[in-house]
Each structure stands twice: as structure tokens, then as C-alpha cells.
């Protein structure tokens, strides 16, 4: 699994106007669409975990609780190098 850090430097390099192949229509539909489903499910896990998160506030179980908060990171993160995943994958098909 790669650290924050290399991955930041992919899209940095990924961001370099002189190394990206231009889109077509359909394909900056297609990344767009892949960032809205990831969006939804991102949104349904959160809303999910953040009603767990306040039930184990209102129980005052402090353990729980951090544990929701570190699955909710975890998720978020998980889901988001997804959609990157299959952005790529888009990507390379296409060129």
C-alpha cells in the first residue's frame, strides 16, 4: 500500500498539463460519473457511521466511539483510493 506522501506526488505528476492526454467529452463524462457514485457511497457510509458515532457519544462509550471515528476514517480512505483506482483504469483503457 503506498504512503499519503506517494500518492500525492502521483497526482502532482499526474496534474503536469504537459504529460495528460486530452479527454474527450465521453471520457470527462465517464471520470465524472466515477467521482459521483464514489461520492454517494462516500456520503451512505458517513451518514451510517455518524449516526453509530452519536449513539456511542450518548452512551458516553468513549471506546466505541473511536473506534466508529477510525472506521469512518478508514472507510472514507478506503473508498476514495477506489475511485482513483477506477479512474486510472478508465484512463488507461482509453489511451
Known amino acids: 500500500m503506498k504512503s499519503a506522501y506517494e500518492l500525492a506526488m502521483e497526482r502532482l505528476q499526474d496534474d503536469d498539463p504537459q504529460d495528460r492526454p486530452t479527454l474527450t467529452e465521453e471520457q470527462k463524462q465517464a471520470l ?3 467521482d ?3 461520492a454517494a457511497k462516500i456520503a451512505e457510509r458517513e451518514v451510517f457511521l ?3 458515532l452519536a449513539a ?3 452512551l458516553q462509550d468513549i471506546e466505541s466511539a473511536t473506534q466508529i471515528k477510525e472506521q469512518l476514517i478508514n ?3 478506503r ?3 477506489e ?3 477506477a479512474k486510472d483504469k478508465l ?3 482509453q489511451a
Do not use: G, M, P
Request: positive net charge; aromatic residues 8%; glycine residues 0%.
Open 83 to 85: 475511485r482513483d483506482r
Open 91 to 93: 484512463r488507461a483503457e
Open 36 to 38: 459521483r457514485k464514489y
Open 50 to 52: 455518524q449516526s453509530k
Open 56 to 58: 456511542y457519544k450518548r
Open 79 to 81: 473508498l476514495e483510493e
Open 32 to 34: 465524472a460519473e466515477i
Open 75 to 77: 472507510e472514507r480512505k
